[in-house]
């Protein structure tokens, strides 16, 4: 059942205009900050070839786009969250699935895998232009994959999130502008330096980029995989349980 719900949500989403116009336009942004660096890297070259240690492509080009993009998608993906729940709820259509014989669970998880099914179709689309420079370099995919990975953990989070947050309101609006505070907040909490150590290390730990900077680097760390997963399950279990608490009400 989570695969039929998976496989309407995603086709539901590839039927409607909103979703191409964000592929297309995630693409076009993304394909001109990867021009853009690439000719910053070609004019930095004679610099790089004098130092020790110089950046590779791999650093100087894919990670920083990689990060782009998840920042870009960070506004995005509540927008395409937004109709999950919310929407349905407006529509009256989620009280007639709620009414089915299918669990809470199987409904959330469907439909949070039919988000992540289009998310994979974007990382996929946004690793194309690294794999292009292998054809006229030498492209590190010990960083390449790790990236990869860490953008689709990263998008996965952010998806689980505004899934939350969808399940809360029946107004699409709303649902988006409270995703996108939530998930910014999330964001800017790497970048706290106020309070004490103990404060400072903690709030670090929780923000999201403190896990996604490592697989940057090429680094697949088990406590950062772990701690997406655990991230995306806390918030699919408070989708869940608000379902069910509404399954209950009416």
């Not at 995630?26 to 110089?54: K, R, S, W």
């Not at 292009?132 to 689980?160: E, R, V």
């Not at 399950?233 to 009400?249: G, P, S």
Request: glycine share 4%.
């Amino acid at each position: 059942m989570i695969s039929s719900i998976a496989l309407h949500e995603f086709r539901r989403m590839m039927l409607s205009p909103l979703a191409w116009v964000i592929l297309a336009l995630i693409q076009f942004l993304t394909a001109l900050q990867f021009l853009n660096t690439v000719e910053d890297f070609m004019l930095n070259q004679p610099h790089l070839v004098g130092m020790a240690n110089p950046p590779g492509v791999s650093d100087w080009i894919v990670a920083p786009l990689f990060a782009d993009v998840a920042f870009m998608l960070l506004m995005v993906i509540p927008v395409i969250s937004m109709r999950s729940l919310s929407a349905e709820r407006r529509d009256k259509t989620l009280s007639l699935l709620m009414s089915s014989p299918v669990s809470m669970t199987e409904i959330v998880l469907g439909k949070y895998t039919g988000i992540l099914l289009f998310l994979a179709i974007m990382v996929g689309m946004v690793s194309l232009m690294p794999l292009s420079l292998m054809f006229g370099t030498t492209l590190d995919t010990g960083k390449l994959i790790p990236g990869s990975l860490g953008l689709f953990l990263m998008l996965s989070a952010f998806a689980a999130a505004s899934l939350f947050i969808s399940s809360l309101t029946q107004s699409p609006a709303v649902a988006a502008v409270a995703s996108f505070f939530l998930l910014f907040a999330l964001w800017l909490m790497f970048w706290i330096n106020s309070g004490g150590e103990l404060v400072k290390e903690t709030v670090e730990y929780i923000s999201l980029l403190h896990h996604f900077v490592p697989l940057l680097k090429g680094s697949i760390n088990s406590a950062d995989v772990t701690y997406f997963i655990l991230f995306a399950l806390t918030f699919l279990i408070l989708t869940i349980r608000r379902l069910d608490a509404q399954r209950l009400q009416d």
